[in-house]
Structures are given as structure tokens and as C-alpha cells.
């Protein structure tokens, strides 16, 4: 099964960045797509970016042009830069592996708490 482990969260004024980072193990076969999710409470989970194994992203309207989305296959770990972050970017962000049928369940991090002060 595959485990993910996020890192990088925490409390960054308004216009500032924080860069999240989500290590994936435990799979006997390659990753293909990943995604970042985040919430807070009360509302569904959104989701915020993601990429494919081969490079290719889509982003949510609400974070194009400020967040970008990596990753670096030969480490299994997928990152989320984000820039010019904005009060409304404050939430639980959580890291995603959908599920591929027959060769891993779908997984999600433990999610790490990004805090942006106005």
C-alpha cells in the first residue's frame, strides 16, 4: 500500500510562501497521478493541483499563477510551491494518490496545516 508523509506546513503572513513537500512509499509500482487537496472546516475538500507521473498539471482556478505544482519521480516525493499566499489559502492541505485499479489503493497523507495571516 502506499503511505505518504507530508512536511512543510505552518503560519506565513499574506504575500509570502510556504513550499509543501509529500514522500510516497510502499508501492511496487510507479506512481503516476498525485494530487494536493486541502480543507477546512465545514466545507468539502478541494482539490488544489495535481500531476501526472509524465509532468502534465491542472490547477484550480483559485490558485493558478500563484502555486506550482512538481515532482521528482526518481524520489517518489511531490511538492506544491505557493506564492503570493492569501488569507482564503488558509486550511489542512492533504496529499493524494488516486487509486490504479489492480496495483494500489488510493491514499491520502495526514495533511498538514497552512495558516495565512492578513
Known amino acids: 500500500q502506499v503511505q505518504l508523509v507530508e512536511s512543510g506546513g505552518g503560519l506565513v503572513q499574506a504575500g509570502g510562501s510556504l513550499r509543501l513537500s509529500c514522500a510516497a512509499s510502499?508501492?511496487?509500482?510507479?506512481?503516476?497521478?498525485m494530487g494536493w487537496y486541502r480543507q477546512v472546516p465545514g466545507k468539502q475538500r478541494e482539490l488544489v493541483a495535481a500531476?501526472?507521473?509524465?509532468?502534465?498539471?491542472n490547477y484550480a482556478d483559485s490558485v493558478k499563477d500563484r502555486f506550482t505544482i512538481s515532482r521528482d519521480n526518481a524520489k517518489n516525493t511531490m511538492y506544491l510551491q505557493m506564492n503570493s499566499l492569501k488569507p482564503e489559502d488558509t486550511a489542512v492541505y492533504y496529499c493524494?494518490?488516486?487509486?490504479?485499479?489492480?496495483?494500489?489503493?488510493?491514499?491520502w497523507g495526514q495533511g498538514t496545516q497552512v495558516t495565512v495571516s492578513s
Open positions: 500531476i501526472t507521473s509524465g509532468g502534465r498539471t
Open positions: 510502499g508501492s511496487r509500482f510507479i506512481i503516476n497521478a
Open positions: 493524494n494518490v488516486p487509486q490504479r485499479y489492480g496495483l494500489y489503493a488510493e491514499a
